[in-house]
């Protein structure tokens, strides 16, 4: 395997866990008004107890997405170049969401009122939905391909994105991270909480399997190779494993589904590029290939050897910290608000 083809699976493989770790966080923000109603007396410890599931990991799951866009700056440059400004809207978009949604749970418990509460739980919905939705659309076009001119500038509009494929695939992340995240919850919590997340999976499940098996079917007649139906086989065996976990409420069986399943489905899109990057529809001449965006050789030795030290650092802590917040919560360990009045109080 020669370094670049390294590089180009290091970086599949660092998108591949930003999609099942931070896809379960997604989830759990979309499910904050389903599995947390306000008309409920305990709505609101209901919704921070959703919140603290993800409380001690939502940040760190982050970093699997900042590390994945550095080392594809460093090691694919032009395909950083190209991509960044194809998805410039849809990745301001991402960004935007995911600042208001890191805003709005940093902040949610710092003031005690109802209305700021339920603001910052509109702002953890809208960056979770925003992001589950175009993440989707993103690398669907990636896999389609762009019109891509010889001087490797993407000549299409924001409309360009918004074809049959990508919504698709849109579609496709935006259930299977509101499963993920409801088989999460069912894990993570017991008595009511779990079983409001139990029967939530129970009915998303099958439409989850549906659209994803329906994408990469698509994905796979369209764009695979023969190798890749193995890929198309295991995560379809995940996606059934899926549903026969959610159905019987067994969620730890469920959530290694899921998981096997988003995974499966990252690597298809990865393995249908290969060894394209970006893939260009006005010229097959002009796609962007691992070979024509890769940095030099000595810059990949380097990157080599650094990722060898820090990436074991970085998964060993975070495996701890899953391990140190392994046990469930219940609306009992919920203590009331200590947060500060919205306004003085009059002297």
Request: proline share 4%; glycine share 8%.
């Amino acid at each position: 395997m020669t370094l670049e083809n390294f590089w180009f699976v290091l970086i599949a493989f660092m998108f591949v866990m930003y999609f099942v770790l931070e896809g379960f966080d997604f989830g759990v923000g979309m499910l904050m008004p389903i599995l947390g109603r306000h008309t409920d007396p305990d709505g609101d410890k209901r919704r921070r107890v959703l919140l603290n599931t993800i409380g001690p990991v939502w940040d760190g799951n982050e970093v699997w997405l900042i590390t994945g866009g550095a080392l594809l700056f460093a090691a694919f440059g032009g395909w950083y170049a190209t991509m960044f400004s194809a998805f410039y809207l849809a990745l301001f978009l991402i960004l935007i969401g995911l600042i208001v949604r890191v805003v709005a749970i940093e902040w949610r418990g710092k003031i005690n009122d109802v209305r700021w509460r339920r603001w910052c739980d509109v702002g953890i919905g809208l960056g979770s939905w925003l992001p589950a939705i175009l993440w989707g659309v993103a690398f669907a076009n990636v896999v389609r391909g762009l019109p891509i001119d010889a001087d490797h500038q993407y000549t299409g509009g924001f409309f360009n994105l918004l074809n049959p494929y990508a919504l698709l695939g849109g579609a496709t992340t935006l259930l299977a991270f509101l499963t993920h995240g409801a088989v999460f919850v069912a894990l993570k919590t017991s008595g009511e909480m779990r079983e409001a997340a139990q029967d939530f999976a129970a009915r998303s499940a099958i439409p989850t399997a549906v659209v994803a098996a329906a994408f990469l079917v698509w994905t796979q007649l369209a764009y695979g190779d023969t190798w890749t139906w193995a890929i198309v086989v295991v995560a379809a065996v995940a996606a059934v494993g899926m549903v026969l976990g959610a159905v019987s409420r067994r969620e730890g069986w469920a959530f290694a589904a899921t998981c096997v399943a988003i995974a499966g489905t990252v690597a298809m899109l990865f393995a249908s590029l290969f060894p394209d990057v970006m893939p260009s529809t006005t010229d097959p001449a002009f796609s962007l290939t691992i070979a024509n965006t890769s940095s030099s050789h000595y810059t990949l030795v380097i990157m080599t050897w650094a990722i060898a030290i820090a990436a074991p650092v970085v998964i060993g802590y975070q495996a701890y910290s899953y391990w140190v917040f392994r046990k469930r919560l219940s609306i009992d360990h919920i203590p009331p608000s200590i947060g500060l009045p919205l306004q003085r109080a009059d002297k």
